[in-house]
């Protein structure tokens, strides 16, 4: 494919089909010239572009994430379509993989940061206007979705070096929760992307492209 055609591809669509790569950020301007996050607009273009790679064959997906947090229902509906990716599908999170962001980033078969991105995790903020019996319903449902986070979290950090040295070699994944939400309700947790590593919630750093080329043969 010729060069001009990869960067219109990139810049119009967010992905190339030929080298299967997506760039998961906002690209639209807004109102007020705020990056909205995650939201819908992102999260139906990303789940189109990733149907269509891997619909067209099951060769290693790249997704480039730099994306502050946002919505809860559209970053799900992103994690649940790449947790059914058939692909083999790699995140490199750039500047930071923040709230909404890092658990999204927790769905990738392979999480890398930039040597100088952070993470960051949290409880997250909600609000609700209704009746006083919709907003107990809405508080349930806020309860199940912090729940559901800690799960996702622990599923993967149960590997990390710290809470290896922290509970022994097999960690279980109730220790790790607990630990977690302990930790969170002090406020929100940032960590380097060193931290990330040692903690579980990435897998590396990438500091070069090479590295890519070495997961994927």
Known sequence: MAEPEIL????????????????????YHTEDNENPGVEYRMSNTFIKNLRALDSKNNSPITIHMQSIGGEWDDGMAMFDAITMCRSYVTIIAYGQASSMSSIIFQAADWRLMTANSHFMCHYGSSGFDGSYLD?????????????????????????????????????????????????????????????????????????????LNKIYE
Not at 8 to 25: M, V
Not at 164 to 173: A, C
Request: aromatic share 18%; glycine share 6%; proline share 1%.
């Open 8 to 27: 219109k591809d990139f810049h119009e669509y967010g992905a190339n089909l030929a080298i299967r790569e997506i760039f998961l950020h906002n690209h």
């Open 135 to 211: 907003n107990q319903n809405f508080t349930a449902y806020d309860k199940k979705c912090a729940e559901k986070m800690f799960e996702i979290y622990s599923a993967k950090c149960v590997n990390g070096e710290y809470f290896k040295d922290k509970f022994g070699k097999k960690p279980t994944e109730k220790q790790v929760k607990n630990f977690l939400v302990r930790k969170l309700k002090d406020g929100n947790w940032y960590l380097n992307s060193e931290e990330a590593v040692y903690y579980g919630f990435c897998d590396a750093i990438i500091k070069d492209w090479g590295q």
